[in-house]
C-alpha cells in the first residue's frame, strides 16, 4: 500500500493559513525533550493557573450529573450571566438569548466571518493582526482589506483609517482591542468616531474581538462599538473566559450577536459542535459571579512584566520596543538587527533557547518585529533578556 493517498478536496483548504505559535510550542517542546533549557515566550496564554473556585464548579457539575447535552447556544444560566456581566462592564443592556456560548473565542471568529465571508465581499481586518483572520477570510472565498497598524500610533486602529477603506463590497470590519500581538488599544473617541462614521455605511457589519479587554495597563480604557446605540444590531462582539481568568483549556467562549442572527448561528452550532462542555459552562457562571479579584491580580503581574520586559528590550542594541497599552504581548522592532523576522525567530530559539515569533506570522506589516508574550514568570523573562543581550545577529 502506498505511504501516501491522493484525495480530491477542496480548493478553499488550499487559503487555509495556520497560528505559528502553535508550530513554535512544539519546537520548542521538541528541544525541551533534548535536554535543552528553553524558555517559552511564544504562547499566547496566561501562566496562571484557573482560580480555584472555578475549578472546584466544573467538578461540582460533574458530580451533579451535569454529563449530558445542553442546549446549542447554552445553557441560560450561562447566558444570564454573561448578559449581566456585559452590563457591568460595558454598561450595555443585551438579551440573554443574544448570547451563543461557544467552544473557545475562536468559534465565534470562524462562524462571523464564514456567515459574511464569500467571493466578491471584502473584509477589513488589522495587520499585524491574530492570524486567523486572514486565514479565515481567505478561506472563505473573500478578499482580505489589510489595517495597517504601526508603532508610531502604538498599533491603535484609526477610525479614519477604517472608514477610508469601506467599499460598497465591505461587509465585516474586524477590530481587536486590546490587540494580539501588538498590545494596541482603540481609543474611546476613536470607537466613537467609527460609529459615526458608519452611519454612513448601513451595510457593513462588525466583529469586535474583546478577548483581552480587562487586560489593560493602568491609563488606558476599553470601548466596545456594542456601546454605541447605532452599532448595537450590527455588532458582534467576541469574548471569552480564555486570557480574563486563565482558562485556555476549557475552551469556552462567546459571542454577543444582532438579534437578527442568532437563530443562523445556532443552526451553523448545531452542525458544528453540537454544544459546550456542559461541566465548563458552569465553571464559566462561578468565573463571572464570584470574586474577582483574581483578574485583578492578573492584571496587576502583567502590568509590572510587561514594564520590566519594555524596559528590557529598549536597552538592547538593535530591539526597539513601544509600551503596549493591553493584553500581554511585546511587539519590538528588529529593524536594527539586520535579519528578517523569521531568521530571529528560528536563531533565537535554535542559539538562546528562547520561544519567540515572527512578527510576519501575523501578517506583512509585521515585517521587522518580533511577539514576545510576558505571560511568564519574572525569573523567565530576566532570563530570557539576558538570552536575547547574548544573541548575536
Not at 31 to 47: A, F, H, T, V, Y
Not at 241 to 251: E, I, L, P
Amino acid at each position: 500500500m502506498p505511504d501516501t493517498m491522493s484525495f480530491d478536496l477542496a480548493p478553499a483548504l488550499d487559503r487555509l493559513g495556520t497560528e505559528t505559535a502553535f508550530e513554535v510550542l512544539a519546537r520548542a517542546k521538541a528541544l525541551e525533550d533534548q535536554g535543552r533549557s528553553i524558555l517559552n515566550l511564544g504562547i499566547g496564554q496566561p501562566d496562571f493557573p484557573t482560580p480555584p473556585h472555578i475549578v472546584e464548579a466544573g467538578i461540582k457539575a460533574l458530580r451533579d450529573g451535569h454529563h449530558g447535552y445542553t442546549a446549542a447556544a447554552g445553557i441560560m444560566p450561562l447566558r444570564e450571566a454573561v448578559a449581566s456581566d456585559v452590563h457591568r462592564r460595558l454598561g450595555v443592556t443585551i438579551a440573554a438569548n443574544q448570547v451563543v456560548i461557544v467552544p473557545g473565542g475562536k468559534v465565534t471568529m470562524y462562524l462571523a466571518i464564514s456567515m459574511f465571508g464569500r467571493p466578491g465581499v471584502e473584509i477589513v481586518y488589522p495587520n499585524p493582526g491574530f492570524p486567523i483572520y486572514e486565514s479565515m477570510i481567505r478561506y472563505s472565498g473573500a478578499t482580505p482589506v489589510p489595517l495597517p497598524l504601526t508603532a508610531a500610533d502604538g498599533f491603535a486602529p484609526s477610525a479614519a483609517g477604517i472608514l477610508s477603506r469601506i467599499t460598497p463590497a465591505t461587509r465585516l470590519v474586524i477590530l481587536n482591542s486590546p490587540a494580539n500581538p501588538t498590545g494596541g488599544v482603540m481609543p474611546p473617541a476613536e470607537v466613537a468616531a467609527l460609529a459615526h462614521g458608519l452611519a454612513a455605511h448601513s451595510h457593513v457589519t462588525i466583529l469586535s474581538d474583546e478577548i483581552y479587554s480587562q487586560l489593560l495597563r493602568p491609563g488606558h480604557v476599553h470601548a466596545s462599538p456594542l456601546q454605541h446605540t447605532e452599532l448595537a444590531e450590527r455588532t458582534i462582539l467576541l469574548d471569552g473566559w480564555s486570557k480574563t481568568y486563565a482558562m485556555t483549556g476549557w475552551r469556552l467562549g462567546f459571542g454577543v450577536w444582532p438579534r437578527a442572527l442568532v437563530p443562523m448561528v445556532e443552526k451553523l452550532a448545531v452542525n458544528a459542535h453540537s454544544c459546550v462542555n456542559a461541566s465548563a459552562q458552569w465553571a464559566g457562571i462561578a468565573a463571572l459571579t464570584g470574586p474577582q479579584d483574581c483578574v485583578a491580580e492578573m492584571a496587576r503581574t502583567f502590568d509590572r512584566r510587561q514594564r520590566a520586559m519594555v524596559d528590557g528590550l529598549n536597552r538592547l542594541p538593535g530591539w526597539a520596543c513601544v509600551e503596549p497599552a493591553g493584553a500581554f504581548y511585546a511587539f519590538p522592532s528588529i529593524a536594527g538587527l539586520g535579519l528578517d523576522a523569521r531568521a530571529v525567530q528560528q536563531r533565537l530559539l535554535d542559539d538562546q533557547g528562547v520561544a519567540t515569533i515572527a512578527g510576519t506570522s501575523f501578517g506583512s506589516d509585521g515585517a521587522g518585529h518580533i511577539r514576545l508574550s510576558y505571560a511568564a514568570s519574572d525569573a523567565t523573562i530576566a532570563e530570557a533578556l539576558d538570552r536575547l543581550a547574548r544573541f548575536q545577529a
